[in-house]
């Protein structure tokens, strides 16, 4: 079958995860309950942690006319990705697009470069279900918080002094070999000071995961109690980053989800970040983050890879994440986005006139970007020029209509769609209110 128009709306499925929020909470839920489907209804005591839009054999998206596999249809119709994708990356999707709608605690995790993941699934292809790198980016659609990378050393070395609990899991001789270690260069640039100061974060790390469980839950009874009784005085007052009464919240708050957890600790060794609607971070693989709360789009390479080692009942692989991580560490700043103005997108006149944008997240590697469009007027237009690459596109509020060739289809709040390559694609509001969506697309340079 040959697609005369590559527009596609899709049907996606939805994950029910513990940490997500639960019934009409769930963005991920009320954007799925937006297109029909005959196995799909909000129930108000169940929990909707993602919502997936792509080719992953987990949880496939599909043509909601057809019912036929998006899969199927772009290794059918090879047009639709670009000959060049179908080299590169087998003729499947190279992103996975994600709605995150997290109510608590997502493990504290990383996701493996290529070659760990092609070891992992060869290994124990249970836990690790394919053999991709997992790099992602998160953009905010409501406030969000979360654990991501590792704090300055300073800050690290601040709390192992100011937070007794902390010092006595890890005990005193690693905290003082850590110590001893990073002194007078902490920020060094110098590529051999860096490379000894890794080493000595990771030994400082792994005796903390490497703690006995007894010891673990004895130290969290004390730093609880800390974090009641002192209040803004809580681990010396906070770090540069984080006052003493945020991190005393913090630690309550993530102890009433998983009480006595490993991740109680680590949140002194990670940057906590919070998010405004808009805001982004890119995640390397091989880095570390816990995500907290709060909506989110989420882009990822197409893999569904996660190491675990705290904040779950799950599997733990604690050794293979000690290895693995990069233990790159700097402020949450330089994980976070800079958005530009989209070049490749033309507004008409009265999208111009009422401050509307089209702009993109361009993180540092090949399989995806994001394009966020917000249109504040009726009638105001975004015009996409063809790109040599497959594009999914979701609507996260507002009513309006998108248009491929002779095709226009209605759009609005929770809709998705594919628009296969090379095709030009209009988004025209239907309203005064703000019409946005989110365009995951795939366009390799060079190309």
Known sequence: MVLQVPLIRLQCGVNSYDWGKVGQASAAAKYASATPSDDFSILEDKPYAELWMGTHPSLPSRDLSTQRSLLDLVQ?????????????????????????????????????????????????????????????????????????????????????????????????????????????????????????NKIALQKAFAALMNAEKDAIQSAAKDLVASATKDGEDFAGGGGPSNGGAELANLVLRLDSQFPGDIGLFVLFFLNYVKMEP???????????????????????????????????????????????????????????MTPVDYPYVTL??????????????????????????????????????????PSIIICTEGTGK?????????????????????????????????????????ELSGT
């Not at 890890?170 to 905290?175: H, I, K, N, R, W």
């Not at 590697?365 to 020029?385: G, H, P, Q, R, Y």
């Not at 090379?422 to 946005?436: G, I, K, N, Y």
């Open 76 to 196: 059918d119709n090879q047009a639709l990705m670009s000959q060049s994708i179908n080299q590169r990356y087998g003729q499947k999707l190279p992103f996975l697009f994600k709605v995150l709608s997290i109510r608590k605690a997502l493990s504290i995790q990383a996701h493996p470069n290529k070659k760990l993941a092609e070891q992992l699934h060869a290994k124990d292809p249970r836990n690790y279900p394919d053999d991709n790198h997992k790099p992602e980016m998160t953009i905010a659609i409501t406030p969000f918080d979360g654990l991501c990378g590792f704090r300055p050393l300073q800050e690290i070395s601040h709390f192992l002094s100011t937070v007794p609990s902390l010092r006595s899991l890890l005990g005193g001789s690693a905290v003082d070999s850590f110590k001893s270690a990073i002194a007078g260069h902490e920020t060094s640039e110098d590529e051999a000071v860096t490379k000894r």
């Open 348 to 389: 008409s006149s009265s999208a111009y006139s009422s401050n509307s944008s089209s702009i993109l997240y361009d993180p540092p590697i090949e399989e995806f970007s994001v394009v966020k469009t917000e249109l504040n007027k009726n009638t105001a237009k975004a015009t996409f020029d063809g790109i040599d690459g």
């Open 402 to 442: 998108l248009s491929v060739g002779p095709k226009s289809e209605e759009i609005k709040s929770g809709y998705v769609f594919f628009v296969g390559a090379t095709a030009e694609a209009v988004l025209e509001s239907a309203e005064d209110e703000p019409f946005v969506t989110f365009k995951a697309f795939c």
């Open 278 to 336: 808009g805001e982004a971070m890119f995640l390397k693989a091989d880095d570390i983050h816990a995500y907290l709360s709060g909506d989110i789009i989420e882009c990822m390479a197409s893999s569904d890879n996660v190491v675990r080692a705290g904040f779950t009942p799950k599997f733990k692989d604690v050794s293979n994440l000690i290895s693995m991580l990069t233990y790159n560490y700097a402020p949450i700043s330089e994980q976070k």
